[in-house]
């Protein structure tokens, strides 16, 4: 069993940045990929970033590409997402997930352990 909590929305301008946190509880953080997702109003929840258990594999969705970093820290049980140059279009609710599948997924239904979401807002 995973407990997440994600930590560190909040309201910005366009370009400015923000840096996400999820600390994670449970014996299997080290051992699980993990995943950003992010849901806008009116929107299905998206895929934005994941990594592998050590954080040397990482992927992303083409929209954030080159503007967020996902990176972990297994001895924190954190799981983070640096995000710049935001833009207005980066306004969602993000979730962080954990999944008991090794493969780094990009599909919710791919991931069994979620977050309550943190809401992040860039203004234009």
């Known amino acids: 069993q995973v407990q997440l909590v994600e930590s560190g929305g909040g309201l910005v301008q366009a370009g400015d940045s923000l840096r996400l946190s999820c600390a994670a509880s449970g014996r299997t953080f080290a051992t699980s990929p993990m995943g950003w997702f992010r849901q806008a109003p009116g929107k299905e929840r998206e895929f934005v970033a994941a990594?592998?258990?050590?954080?040397?594999?990482?992927n992303y969705a083409d929209s954030v590409k080159g503007r967020f970093t996902i990176s972990r820290d297994n001895a924190k049980n954190t799981v983070y997402l640096q995000m710049n140059s935001l833009k207005p279009e980066d306004t969602a609710v993000y979730y962080c997930?954990?999944?008991?599948?090794?493969?780094?997924?990009?599909?919710?239904?791919?991931?069994?352990?979620w977050g309550q979401g943190t809401q992040v807002t860039v203004s234009s």
């Open positions: 997930a954990a999944t008991r599948s090794p493969a780094i997924g990009v599909y919710t239904t791919g991931y069994d352990y």
């Open positions: 990594i592998s258990w050590s954080g040397a594999g990482t």
